[in-house]
């Protein structure tokens, strides 16, 4: 069927588009009846919770899936007619792009030519212009397995992009790299845009990338519930965005308090206190929320885009049930002092020294961030800590254990999730539990308390008999976490554990950490989502196996605020600390 007039003049048009899967015995409507269109040579962001239909939408754009129904359009080309032309036309680079990882950046360009049908008259000069504009020139005859994850990342797109498409479609391009990386590759997406006159429509799990689209299409349960300028978006919000503080006060317990006041739509821990977000446009009264802190302070600030997001997708929802009843009903730990001991501690793979003498210490009920730039050692340094990879040299100590000489004893007191879901996918939920329980030892009566635990406290019990493969990845997530923690660990490792999770879900994971730190749990923390990097009491940054800086989140803020930048954020602290870092080794 012709395409009705008009198509040619958008990038992009859905009608009434919807589409269905069945995984098991369920029924997954991912796209019900979505219509939309996306202009030409702009930035237009897919945001939306885990399954909301956005990987979805972006492989029917691709013509990799057909519609149950509806009719969809791909510059003026009918999708479900014309597929192999829609994708000789565009460029598709999925979450888990197929790099080749014992072939070289150049090869894996070469393959990727050779796939997409490039003249070899032609690829030289485009060769020469991607890899500059992704920095991988100096790194061409690198394999790829032995890239960082943001280069991957870059190089993923080189490859996209090796036949220059009109429409670039990405999705999650920045999940697992560092705010500098970021940064880089948001610089090469508006390069293509401004110098190439190119579209880019992408899927995004952070907010903050979400402002600077030009336009964001908002999807939830598979319909759209909002389409336009993120800025725009965001002044429906006047009125209904303020900063509490509270001098001397936790703020993870200020998080859990005002999060159950009333009118409160949304508390989440930034900069030095707690963001509000209320339900009705009114100031909040201190009496009312905060009733015995007489000296905390609430004033308005300017509303963004994340403040719609989770106003849209809580609205009526209610906040989430608090945990903070339950951990001052069982009381503060009495435990105190140390609980992880890192000194002079190296790790030596060959002649490369993937950690270089590090130290910190992290207390016990303290959650404690360990930060650093792609490569920069965190995971290495966390494999050393549970005990799965050894030390070179130095001193490890665990709830008391040397990992050195005894790290079996120190595994039973840990509990340990993985950046990647790790979990067996073709095993059930409850098979999974059961499994990891009789792992950690558990049985009989204990085994099945702590399982029926982990179904309730995680809201599981309705997919107890689905394949985890097959599930949602924040509920991946919450399962992975369950698993870590069937034996009740005195401490919880957690490496990059939100990458890639939506808003909703990053917010309710932390709710739950706040409640085992509270509880005297210690918590080691990976992460590249520097708004997260807000939660710890302490944390160090790293860099090439170095420690470069340590502190509290407002001591390494205080470092770079400045009259350009008098309230510096984490994600300007860390760019500022690794770029200082890159500029002395290029004058030394």
């Not at 929802?317 to 992880?340: F, Q």
């Amino acid at each position: 069927m012709p395409p009705p007039e008009n198509k040619e003049e958008v990038a992009l048009t859905a009608e009434s588009v919807s589409k269905s899967f069945h995984p098991g015995s369920r029924l997954v409507q991912a796209l019900d009846k979505v219509s939309f269109s996306v202009g030409h040579s702009k930035v237009t962001g897919l945001v939306g919770p885990d399954g909301g239909g956005k990987t979805t939408l972006l492989r029917l754009a691709a013509g990799l899936l057909l519609p149950d129904s509806g009719q969809l359009y791909v510059l003026g080309i009918d999708v479900i007619h014309q597929a192999l032309l829609v994708q000789r036309s565009i460029g598709y680079m999925p979450q888990h792009f197929g790099l080749y990882e014992d072939l070289t950046v150049q090869e894996n360009m070469d393959l990727y030519a050779d796939l997409q049908g490039v003249p070899h008259g032609d690829r030289a000069s485009r060769y020469v212009e991607l890899t500059r504009m992704t920095g991988l020139a100096p790194f061409t005859q690198r394999l790829a397995g032995a890239l960082s994850g943001g280069m991957k990342q870059k190089l993923g797109l080189a490859c996209t992009l090796v036949r220059a498409p009109r429409f670039l479609l990405l999705d999650e391009p920045t999940v697992g790299v560092d705010p500098v990386s970021r940064r880089e590759l948001w610089a090469i997406v508006y390069r293509l845009v401004d110098k190439e006159g190119m579209t880019v429509l992408l899927t995004t799990a952070y907010l903050d990338e979400a402002e600077r689209c030009q336009e964001v299409i908002l999807l939830h349960q598979g319909k759209v519930l909002g389409h336009g300028d993120p800025a725009g978006l965001a002044k429906d919000m006047k009125s209904r965005s303020y900063q509490v503080t509270a001098a001397g006060f936790n703020k993870r317990t200020l998080e859990e308090r005002l999060a159950r006041g009333p009118g409160i739509l949304d508390a989440i821990i930034h900069g030095d206190g707690v963001r509000l977000v209320t339900e009705k446009a009114q100031t909040p009264v201190r009496e009312e929320i905060l009733p015995d802190l007489r000296d905390a302070r609430i004033l308005p600030v300017d509303p963004r885009f994340e403040d719609y997001f989770i106003m849209v997708l809580k609205q009526g929802t209610g906040p989430l049930p608090s945990t903070l009843e339950k951990v001052e009903g069982k009381g503060k730990p009495s435990r105190t002092g140390d609980v992880i001991v890192v000194q002079d501690v190296k790790r030596r793979f060959g002649d490369f020294y993937a950690v270089k003498g590090i130290s910190f210490t992290a207390r016990h009920g303290e959650v404690f961030g360990l930060l650093g730039a792609n490569g920069a050692g965190k995971s290495t340094t966390f494999r050393m800590l549970c005990g799965l990879l050894p030390a070179s040299e130095g001193t490890l100590m665990v709830a008391g254990h040397d990992l050195r000489q005894a790290a079996a004893g120190a595994r039973g007191r840990i509990g340990y999730m993985a950046q990647r879901f790790s979990l067996y996918a073709n095993l059930s939920v409850i098979e999974n539990l059961r499994f990891f329980s009789r792992v950690y030892g558990l049985q009989g009566a204990r085994q099945r308390g702590r399982i029926a635990w982990a179904l309730e406290e995680f809201g599981m019990d309705s997919f107890a008999e689905a394949k985890s493969g097959d599930l949602p990845l924040g509920y991946k997530q919450r399962l992975a976490l369950a698993a870590a923690l069937m034996h009740e660990p005195e401490i919880l490792f957690l490496d990059e554990p939100t990458s890639g999770v939506d808003p909703l879900a990053r917010r309710e994971f932390w709710h739950r950490i706040n409640y085992f730190a509270e509880g005297g749990v210690t918590v080691l923390v990976t992460t590249h989502f520097m708004e997260e990097a807000e939660y710890c009491d302490r944390l160090v940054i790293m860099a090439e196996g170095e420690i470069l800086a340590e502190g509290t989140p407002e001591e390494m803020k205080k470092r770079y605020r400045s009259s350009s930048k008098p309230e510096p954020t984490m994600e300007d602290a860390f760019i500022a600390l690794i770029q200082a870092r890159r500029d002395r080794k290029d004058t030394a």
